[in-house]
C-alpha cells in the first residue's frame, strides 16, 4: 500500500479494506505514513464517514498501535477478585463527575481504574483537576496502578505513553487539523484507549450541547451508539448516557473550584445536578460490574465515598487535608435587570474560565489551579438587578477583559412572564 492511494480510496468515498486500514494506523505509529498525510485521510474520514466495520476495524488497528492492560487478576489485598468498571466522558463544562464517582463505585467493592486525560480548549480535564492538590501526582506505573486497584479500589491517573499510541499523535493531528469533529474518529479514539485499558464494564457519558462536541442530539445519538457497538463486539459491557451540556454542571469552573465542589458531594452535599448525575453513573457503572440493588447516594450520605476519596489522594501523594489554592483577583458578573435566569451557556462559561487560566491553548501548557468562574444563581431561580451571576477567579488581572467578554451573552434573565411561557411552551 502506500499513504496516497489510501487518502484517494476514502476522498473518493470508497470504503477501506482491513488491510488498508491496518497498514495505515501501523504506518502512522511508526512514523511511516507522515502527518499531513494522516491529516488529509483524517479530513477524507470526517467529510466520508466510515461504515460500522470499518470503524471496528480502525479501532482495532489503534489498539494494537500499543499495550494492553489487563485486570483479570485483580485481587483485593485479602485475596478476593476484583472486577473492574471505569466510565467516560466525551467532555464538558463543570465535568467533575469523575472526582466523586471513582471513590464512590470503589466503596462498593468495584475496582475504578480510570485514566484520564489533561483538559484542551475550553474543557476541563481531570487530572488538571487533581493536580491543584497540594502534592498529587498523575503518573503512575502499571504496577503502582494494580497495587492502588487493590489496596484503595480507585486510582485516577494518567494513561501511559504506551496506551493506543497511535491515538496519541492523531489526537494532536485532529486538534489542529479541524477534524476532532467526526464520530468514527471521536469513537474510535475513546474506545481504543478504553479497550487497551481492559476495563470489564464501561459507561459513557456522551455529552450533548452547547459545551459538548455534539450540539445536537441526533449526532450524539449516533455517537452513543456507535461506541457502545465497539464495546460490545470487544467484550466490554457497554451503556451509554445522553446528558445535557448546554449548561455548566454545577456551580463550580477551573481546576480548584471544581475539586472544592467535588467534595461537597463527597460530604453529602453538592449541587443537585452534580450529585444527581453522580449517582445514576455509579448505578450503571455497579450494574455492569454485577452489583444491583444498592443506591449509591447512601455512600455519599455515610461518608463511605469520602473515606475511599481521601485514602486515594493520599495514595498518589496529595494531602486530602489541604488547603486548596485560592486566585489572587476576582472580579463579580452582576445583573443588569430583574427576572428570572433561563439559560448559562456552557460554551461561553467554558471559554470564559479558560481565559481566566484554567485551560490551555497548547499541549504542554501550564495551567492556572485557582483560575476559573464560580456561578452563584441556578436555573429557574429569581434575578434582581445588581446581583452577583457569577465569580471570576484568576491570578493574573489582565485576564478578566477577555473572560467578561466570553461572557456577555451567556447569562439569559427573563421577565417571569417571558419565562414562564417558554417554560410551559418547552413542557407541551
Ligand atoms: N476524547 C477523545 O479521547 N478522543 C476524541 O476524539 C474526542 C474526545
Given at each position: 500500500?502506500?499513504?496516497?492511494?489510501?487518502?484517494?480510496?476514502?476522498?473518493?468515498?470508497?470504503?477501506?479494506?482491513?488491510?488498508?486500514?491496518?497498514?495505515?494506523?501501523?504506518?502512522?505509529?511508526?512514523?511511516?505514513?507522515?502527518?499531513?498525510?494522516?491529516s488529509?485521510?483524517a479530513m477524507?474520514i470526517l467529510l466520508?464517514?466510515?461504515?460500522?466495520?470499518?470503524?471496528?476495524?480502525?479501532?482495532?488497528?489503534?489498539?494494537?498501535?500499543?499495550?494492553?492492560?489487563?485486570?483479570?487478576?485483580?485481587?483485593?489485598?485479602?485475596?478476593?477478585?476484583?472486577?473492574?468498571?471505569?466510565?467516560?466522558?466525551t467532555g464538558?463544562?463543570?465535568?467533575?463527575?469523575?472526582?466523586?464517582?471513582?471513590?464512590?463505585?470503589?466503596?462498593?467493592?468495584?475496582?475504578?481504574?480510570?485514566?484520564?486525560g489533561?483538559g484542551l480548549g475550553h474543557t476541563?480535564?481531570?487530572?488538571?483537576?487533581?493536580?491543584?492538590?497540594?502534592?498529587?501526582?498523575?503518573?503512575?506505573?502499571?504496577?503502582?496502578?494494580?497495587?492502588?486497584?487493590?489496596?484503595?479500589?480507585?486510582?485516577?491517573?494518567?494513561?501511559?505513553?504506551?496506551?493506543?499510541?497511535?491515538d496519541?499523535?492523531l489526537y494532536a493531528l485532529r486538534d489542529v487539523t479541524g477534524t476532532v469533529e467526526s464520530i468514527p474518529l471521536i469513537a474510535s479514539s475513546i474506545?481504543?484507549?478504553?479497550?487497551?485499558?481492559?476495563?470489564?464494564?464501561?459507561?459513557?457519558?456522551?455529552k450533548?450541547?452547547?459545551?459538548a462536541f455534539m450540539k445536537?442530539?441526533?449526532d450524539?445519538?449516533?455517537l452513543?451508539?456507535?461506541?457502545?457497538?465497539?464495546?460490545?463486539?470487544?467484550?466490554?459491557?457497554?451503556?451509554?448516557?445522553?446528558?445535557?451540556?448546554?449548561?455548566?454542571?454545577?456551580?463550580?469552573?477551573?481546576?480548584?473550584?471544581?475539586?472544592?465542589?467535588?467534595?461537597?458531594?463527597?460530604?453529602?452535599?453538592?449541587?443537585?445536578?452534580?450529585?444527581?448525575?453522580?449517582?445514576?453513573?455509579?448505578?450503571?457503572?455497579?450494574?455492569?460490574?454485577?452489583?444491583?440493588?444498592?443506591?449509591?447516594?447512601?455512600?455519599?450520605?455515610?461518608?463511605?465515598?469520602?473515606?475511599?476519596?481521601?485514602?486515594?489522594?493520599?495514595?498518589?501523594?496529595?494531602?486530602?487535608?489541604?488547603?486548596?489554592?485560592?486566585?489572587?483577583?476576582?472580579?463579580?458578573?452582576?445583573?443588569?435587570?430583574?427576572?428570572?435566569?433561563?439559560?448559562?451557556?456552557?460554551?461561553?462559561?467554558?471559554?470564559?474560565?479558560?481565559?481566566?487560566?484554567?485551560?490551555?491553548?497548547?499541549q504542554?501548557?501550564?495551567?492556572?489551579?485557582?483560575?476559573?468562574?464560580?456561578?452563584?444563581?441556578?436555573?429557574?431561580?429569581?434575578?434582581?438587578?445588581?446581583?452577583?451571576?457569577?465569580?471570576?477567579?484568576?491570578?493574573?488581572?489582565?485576564?478578566?477583559?477577555?473572560?467578561?467578554?466570553?461572557?456577555?451573552?451567556?447569562?439569559?434573565?427573563?421577565?417571569?412572564?417571558?419565562?414562564?411561557?417558554?417554560?410551559?411552551?418547552?413542557?407541551?
Amino acid at each position: 500500500f502506500d499513504a496516497i492511494e489510501v487518502i484517494r480510496a476514502k476522498r473518493d468515498g470508497q470504503r477501506l479494506s482491513d488491510e488498508q486500514i491496518d497498514w495505515v494506523v501501523d504506518a502512522f505509529t511508526r512514523g511511516v505514513v507522515a502527518d499531513e498525510q494522516m491529516s488529509a485521510l483524517a479530513m477524507a474520514i470526517l467529510l466520508n464517514g466510515m461504515d460500522r466495520a470499518e470503524i471496528a476495524r480502525w479501532t482495532r488497528a489503534m489498539i494494537a498501535s500499543g499495550e494492553r492492560m489487563d485486570f483479570t487478576g485483580l485481587r483485593t489485598a485479602d485475596g478476593r477478585p476484583l472486577v473492574t468498571a471505569d466510565k467516560h466522558s466525551t467532555g464538558g463544562v463543570g465535568d467533575k463527575i469523575t472526582l466523586p464517582l471513582a471513590p464512590l463505585v470503589a466503596s462498593y467493592g468495584v475496582a475504578v481504574p480510570q485514566l484520564s486525560g489533561r483538559g484542551l480548549g475550553h474543557t476541563g480535564g481531570t487530572l488538571d483537576k487533581l493536580e491543584a492538590i497540594p502534592g498529587w501526582r498523575a503518573e503512575l506505573s502499571g504496577e503502582q496502578i494494580m497495587r492502588q486497584l487493590s489496596e484503595v479500589g480507585a486510582v485516577v491517573c494518567a494513561a501511559g505513553a504506551g496506551l493506543a499510541p497511535a491515538d496519541k499523535r492523531l489526537y494532536a493531528l485532529r486538534d489542529v487539523t479541524g477534524t476532532v469533529e467526526s464520530i468514527p474518529l471521536i469513537a474510535s479514539s475513546i474506545m481504543s484507549k478504553k479497550i487497551a485499558e481492559g476495563t470489564r464494564a464501561l459507561v459513557l457519558d456522551v455529552k450533548c450541547g452547547s459545551g459538548a462536541f455534539m450540539k445536537d442530539e441526533a449526532d450524539a445519538r449516533e455517537l452513543a451508539r456507535t461506541m457502545v457497538e465497539i464495546g460490545r463486539d470487544a467484550g466490554v459491557d457497554t451503556t451509554a448516557l445522553l446528558t445535557d451540556m448546554s449548561a455548566p454542571l454545577g456551580r463550580a469552573v477551573g481546576n480548584a473550584l471544581e475539586v472544592a465542589e467535588a467534595l461537597e458531594v463527597l460530604a453529602g452535599g453538592g449541587p443537585p445536578d452534580v450529585v444527581e448525575l453522580t449517582v445514576e453513573l455509579a448505578r450503571h457503572m455497579l450494574a455492569g460490574a454485577g452489583v444491583s440493588d444498592v443506591d449509591p447516594a447512601e455512600h455519599l450520605a455515610d461518608g463511605r465515598a469520602m473515606d475511599v476519596w481521601r485514602r486515594m489522594v493520599a495514595a498518589q501523594g496529595g494531602d486530602p487535608d489541604a488547603a486548596l489554592p485560592r486566585a489572587r483577583h476576582t472580579q463579580t458578573v452582576t445583573a443588569s435587570h430583574d427576572g428570572v435566569l433561563t439559560g448559562t451557556d456552557a460554551m461561553a462559561v467554558g471559554l470564559a474560565a479558560w481565559r481566566l487560566g484554567a485551560g490551555r491553548a497548547r499541549q504542554g501548557d501550564p495551567v492556572q489551579a485557582a483560575a476559573g468562574v464560580e456561578l452563584h444563581i441556578g436555573l429557574g431561580e429569581p434575578v434582581h438587578a445588581g446581583d452577583v451571576l457569577a465569580t471570576l477567579h484568576t491570578d493574573e488581572p489582565e485576564r478578566f477583559d477577555r473572560a467578561r467578554a466570553a461572557l456577555a451573552d451567556a447569562f439569559v434573565v427573563q421577565a417571569p412572564d417571558l419565562a414562564r411561557d417558554a417554560s410551559l411552551r418547552a413542557r407541551s
